[in-house]
């Protein structure tokens, strides 16, 4: 079980608490009417899906409720950063275990 | 060789030390005609159909591991078509009435055995979901029908229907043609027959790009064992086709989950079927050496980590003791992972790609084992003539844009 480190409550809990969201930092359309039927399809459908640093999105479903991102390896399943969505997305060289 | 009675008899007699290797393991050619990439089940069997179907027998089949190392040695070998959709009811069906006639086919044991699939219900809403799977694979001919609890005892004696279960058996629908297969046989069966035909095995090499010429057509793939040039590739890399295919540029709507499984220690025979449970989610079969064979479920998040979280496991072995009480003192002697390729509509991908020469069959989620015969044969005819086969046309990759889904999300037995 993963431990998830919530940027809002600055505590480290069980995944158990958290509900995963998917990939990060996806944006909708902003005229979805204007977009082509293959734009929207990768907005709806496609998904990046990596090997390695994956940026996600969370929810502490049983803490504060909110969503935030994090980013995990997908091989270690180490999280190397969780971060506030507000907060733009940290560089993925830049990042260790000890960072957050 | 052929098995035979008189090969197994001098065989046996010569302490089953003289067998032949099986298949040929021969230095990748520098061009081929089709490259196939996975070795597992799927590419094995899309490379077997390529030459005895289309006669196209200058193919190989790169596997970056051992033959049947990823998703076909590491599932629960169910095999059932009772789909609801009538795209999936043709092509599962294709692969039961394949698997049928698999052993013979190949000379080599599959080990299929159709002991019978029982699908449990827990809730109203099951039971109006398992009637309606019920009533629509019976209007395309294929077997499932409608069992009350006492009933489901009967066809399963150690299962437990007492009401005072928090998720009590309220019924059951059960496909009697459904079953198991060996896994490995699966795999092994498909290389021993290809590489008869003259498709090159090549394990130990691990794809590492996908040359596209100047026409953005496919070229070449580059490989740990050196550069193979081909006109045709096929990916058939389950939980890493986005990896594979972003090779060559192209995105894919896959996610990648670990999905676990685990075996208790041996004991006598004791379940006759396979019993699954999409409510509480467990399944159980057991092997022929005597293991209960337990599925699981996925992770939460996407990973290529082949383990998975304990707490999923426990989860379903909570369920299992639940159902089968008799169970509860058995030990766990082995649980693992595999990485499943998942896609919006749980439902696969077979056919073309936006780049010429490139193939795709992925898609299979948590219940590919049970299409392989079926995926491979209509994905081995796409490849071959570079149409898609009527089977295989709904589930092509343009459904994501045209909106033609194909919603199997409740048929998929794991709760999604």
Redesign the interface.
């Known amino acids: ?2 431990q998830i480190h919530c940027p809002y409550c600055r505590t480290e809990r069980p ?2 608490e958290f ?2 969201g ?2 990060a930092h996806i944006s909708r359309p902003v005229e979805p009417a204007a977009v082509s ?2 734009e929207w ?2 907005f ?8 390695g640093i ?1 940026a ?1 999105r969370w929810r502490h479903i049983h803490g504060c409720g909110r969503f935030f991102n994090s980013v ?1 390896h ?4 180490r999280i190397l950063a969780t971060y506030k969505p507000d907060e733009p997305r940290p560089d993925p060289k830049a990042l260790s275990r000890g960072d957050r | 060789m052929r098995f035979s009675l008189l090969s197994l008899a001098r065989n046996a007699l010569s302490g089953n030390k003289r067998w032949p290797a099986q298949w040929r393991a021969p230095e990748p050619k520098a061009e081929y005609d089709a490259i196939i990439v996975g070795g597992g089940g799927h590419g094995l069997g899309t490379a077997y159909y390529l030459a005895r179907e289309h006669g196209l027998r200058n193919v190989a089949v790169v596997e970056k591991g051992w033959l049947g190392g990823g998703n076909t040695g590491r599932n629960t070998t169910i095999i059932r078509s009772n789909y609801l959709w009538e795209e999936s009811e043709a092509i599962y069906e294709l692969s039961v009435k394949l698997w049928e006639t698999l052993s013979d086919e190949l000379n080599y044991n599959v080990m299929y055995s159709p002991r019978g699939v029982m699908m449990l219900a827990h809730t109203v809403h099951d039971i109006q979901v398992f009637k309606r799977h019920v009533h629509a694979n019976r209007l395309a001919g294929i077997d499932n029908e409608w069992l009350s609890a006492e009933e489901a005892q009967a066809f399963c004696p150690p299962l437990n229907i007492s009401p005072t279960l928090r998720y009590p058996v309220l019924g059951a629908a059960l496909q009697r043609r459904g079953g198991t297969a060996r896994h490995d046989a699966v795999a092994w069966g498909y290389a021993r027959g290809a590489s008869a035909l003259g498709v090159d095995i090549i394990e130990n090499c691990e794809v590492t790009a996908i040359r596209r010429s100047a026409s953005g057509a496919v070229e070449a793939v580059e490989t740990t064992r050196g550069v193979i040039k081909t006109k045709k590739v096929g990916v058939v890399a389950a939980g890493h086709t986005s990896v594979l295919m972003g090779m060559a540029g192209v995105r894919m709507p896959l996610e990648s989950y670990p999905l676990q499984a685990l075996v208790s220690e041996p004991i006598k025979p004791v379940m006759p079927c396979v019993v699954m449970s999409n409510t509480v989610h467990a399944y159980i079969s057991q092997s022929d050496k005597g293991e209960l064979v337990i599925g699981a479920g996925t992770d939460a998040y996407t990973s290529y980590s082949q383990t998975g979280g304990l707490h999923v496991s426990a989860h379903t072995l909570d369920a299992i003791c639940d159902l089968f009480p008799t169970f509860r003192r058995l030990r766990m002697l082995r649980n693992w992972g595999g990485i499943v390729d998942v896609t919006p509509d749980r439902s696969p991908i077979i056919g073309l790609t936006p780049v010429p020469g490139l193939f795709v069959n992925c898609g299979w989620g948590t219940g590919g084992f049970k299409a392989t015969p079926g995926s491979a044969y209509v994905f081995a005819a796409t490849v071959a003539r570079g149409v898609p086969h009527p089977i295989a046309a709904p589930f092509a990759l343009e459904r994501f844009t045209t909106g033609r889904l194909i919603d199997e999300a409740a048929a998929a037995a794991v709760a999604h």
């Open positions: 079980m993963l995944e158990s509900r995963y998917g990939e039927d293959a399809a990768d709806l459908y496609m998904r990046s899906n990596p090997k994956h996600e995990r997908t091989v270690s399943d």
